[in-house]
């Protein structure tokens, strides 16, 4: 089991006894797995690395399982709210996006007692009629999977070339997955904010990485959160659902 895992595991064994005794805790995943990334940081684990260890967890249960797979939401959520660092260190140019991604994940993260995979949630909102409703769950997923494929898109853009700036990486990303589902009021915040972003130095910096760890990461990373983009991708589709929203 991977290390983050690992700690996020006692984090939530703790979490338990603190309900049992009354003490006060955080309801919000994104909050709790970000203490385990915590203690992972205090053991070596970068943010990076602890973000690709649990993409290729999860790719490879998909990948061995193929798409009728039915992968679970708990999972999935403290994956994804690994990646919530990563948007906090581009600074505030993503800002909007940290706090939009942060919020669809908790929200699948509460709903994950009740719903358990991602294909109920699906399923749930198929039933009502409510997949591109405002705040849906399935609308929350499809926001999910959009912030994870910026984060691809820009390591992707990032690692082809030593002459490219995160501003000309994180632009070129921002404009091919998001840019299309976003109204001009943000698109022009965005475009405002690209002049705030560090430089790629600064990047690495924050990200604790070198040039030679940070292009092994990122491309595992990569590699690692292709097939479950794909496999969410797919749970739209097989049911006749668009992915132009």
């Known amino acids: 089991m991977a290390p983050n895992f690992?700690?996020?595991?006692?984090?939530?064994?703790?979490?338990?006894?603190?309900?049992?005794t009354?003490?006060?805790?955080?309801s919000s995943r994104v909050a709790i797995v970000k203490d385990a990334a915590l203690e992972d940081a205090n053991t070596g684990l970068t943010q990076l690395s602890?973000?690709?260890?649990?993409?290729?967890?999860?790719?490879?249960?998909?990948?061995?399982?193929?798409?009728?797979f039915d992968?679970?939401?708990?999972?999935?959520?403290?994956?994804?709210?690994?990646?919530?660092?990563?948007?906090g260190s581009l600074g505030i140019?993503?800002?909007?996006?940290?706090?939009?991604?942060?919020?669809?994940v908790n929200d699948l993260a509460e709903a994950s007692r009740i719903h358990g995979t991602l294909n109920n949630i699906l399923d749930f909102d198929v039933?009502?009629?409510?997949?591109?409703?405002?705040?849906?769950?399935?609308?929350?997923?499809?926001?999910?999977?959009?912030?994870?494929?910026?984060?691809?898109?820009?390591?992707q853009n990032f690692l082809s070339s030593d002459d490219c700036s995160l501003k000309e990486a994180a632009?070129?990303?921002?404009?091919k997955t998001c840019a299309p589902y976003h109204v001009w009021a943000i698109r022009t915040a965005v475009s405002a904010g690209m002049f705030a972003l560090p430089t790629r130095?600064?990047?690495?910096?924050?990200?604790?990485?070198?040039?030679?760890s940070a292009e092994k990461e990122m491309q595992r990373y990569i590699d690692a959160s292709l097939p479950i983009i794909e496999y969410i991708d797919k749970l739209y589709t097989s049911r006749n659902i668009s992915l132009d929203w």
């Open 171 to 175: 632009s070129a990303a921002y404009a």
């Open 71 to 87: 992968l679970r939401l708990e999972p999935f959520c403290d994956a994804c709210s690994l990646v919530s660092d990563l948007f």
């Open 22 to 26: 009354g003490e006060r805790v955080s």
């Open 93 to 104: 140019a993503f800002k909007f996006a940290e706090l939009e991604y942060v919020s669809k």
């Open 127 to 155: 039933r009502n009629d409510t997949v591109k409703t405002q705040g849906s769950l399935s609308r929350n997923l499809r926001r999910v999977r959009l912030g994870l494929d910026l984060i691809r898109a820009l390591f």
């Open 201 to 212: 130095e600064q990047l690495l910096l924050r990200l604790n990485e070198s040039d030679e």
């Open 6 to 20: 690992h700690s996020l595991f006692f984090r939530r064994e703790r979490q338990w006894t603190a309900k049992k």
């Open 50 to 68: 602890a973000v690709a260890n649990s993409f290729e967890e999860l790719s490879s249960l998909v990948n061995s399982n193929g798409f009728n």
